[in-house]
């Protein structure tokens, strides 16, 4: 009965916010400072090489039917340097709420600076603008029935629904300084299978600075911001800051507006293959304080280049 209780919470929860829910809640700060196609399909293809990402959220967590996510996705760029694809799969999970993503995304690149062919450690690609595109289709599903709440006709049936999405970004990037802005379904609920469900579009914006602790340039550091704004809701910002130890340790730290602290801290088991911890900590009481996850990066060909 306790377990139906929690569930009933957080589906009606999910059922309140379904556009939130729809509109991909914004990652914690590691999932999508090292995987940025998931907000911005004009990162699609940005490295020289290929890489693999897995993440997952939400899984260490004791409360029966909290949120989870999990997610792959595949960023590659093509033989052209000004083109990029990447795709992925990305599901979410409260309560008896699912939503499974699966997209596409593209990007075309304008490189200013052809004859830049001094891999780093800490950059490529120092001065890029890039215009990207991404398709794909979420798959919504409420397993209401397994509540068992007799008598309420909101709860008499499932919901299931397919959404299209479509969005678009812009990402400018230099040697010491990004920035990019993207709307991840400016498609909104125009095309869902379901009349009843409204699906607000979420803009995203965001920027970061790279600077050297030391001369020697073995240090990064990246104070970074991203912001998010949904018609109807607050404006919600994160903070946050990584350093950097020549692609061999990372750990980082932010504060999401009302909501959070992040952190994160990560390394290198070799040139090509790198496992980061991130954790959650909610600042409000809420029927989950706290989450864990972690991120796993596999990059093809010269991996993460320790050469300058």
Request: proline share 4%; aromatic share 14%.
């Amino acid at each position: 009965m306790k377990k139906n209780s929690i569930l009933c919470v957080f589906a009606i929860l999910s059922s309140c916010l379904c556009s939130f829910i729809f509109a991909q809640q914004t990652p914690v700060f590691a999932n999508y400072n090292y995987n940025t196609v998931i907000l911005n399909p004009a990162h699609a293809g940005f490295y020289q090489d290929s890489d693999i990402t897995i993440t997952n959220r939400g899984y260490l967590n004791s409360v029966e039917g909290s949120p989870r996510n999990i997610g792959l996705t595949f960023n590659s760029p093509l033989r052209s340097k000004n083109m990029g694809l990447g795709a992925g799969v990305l599901s979410d999970q409260v309560g008896v709420t699912t939503t499974t993503t699966v997209f596409g995304a593209y990007a075309y690149k304008l490189v200013f600076d052809h004859n830049y062919s001094r891999a780093r450690w800490w950059s490529y690609n120092p001065n890029v603008l890039s215009f990207g595109i991404t398709a794909g289709v979420t798959f919504y599903n409420e397993d209401l029935l397994s509540l068992g709440i007799p008598n309420d006709p909101n709860f008499a049936s499932n919901i299931n629904t397919t959404v299209p999405t479509l969005g678009v970004g812009v990402l400018y990037n230099r040697e010491h300084i990004y920035f990019g802005v993207s709307s991840p379904n400016v498609l909104g609920s125009s095309l869902s299978s379901e009349k009843n469900i409204n699906i607000v579009n979420p803009i995203y914006a965001y920027s970061g600075y790279r600077f050297f602790a030391t001369r020697f340039e073995e240090v990064l550091i990246t104070p970074s911001i991203l912001i998010k704004y949904v018609s109807g809701a607050p404006v919600q910002a994160d903070f946050n800051t990584t350093i950097n130890y020549r692609n061999k340790i990372e750990i980082g730290g932010g504060y999401r507006t009302n909501s959070s602290l992040n952190f994160l801290a990560g390394f290198h088991i070799s040139n090509h293959f790198r496992v980061l911890y991130n954790y959650n900590h909610a600042l409000r009481n809420t029927p989950v304080n706290n989450t864990h996850g972690v991120i796993l990066s596999y990059r093809m060909g010269n991996g993460f280049s320790d050469k300058r």
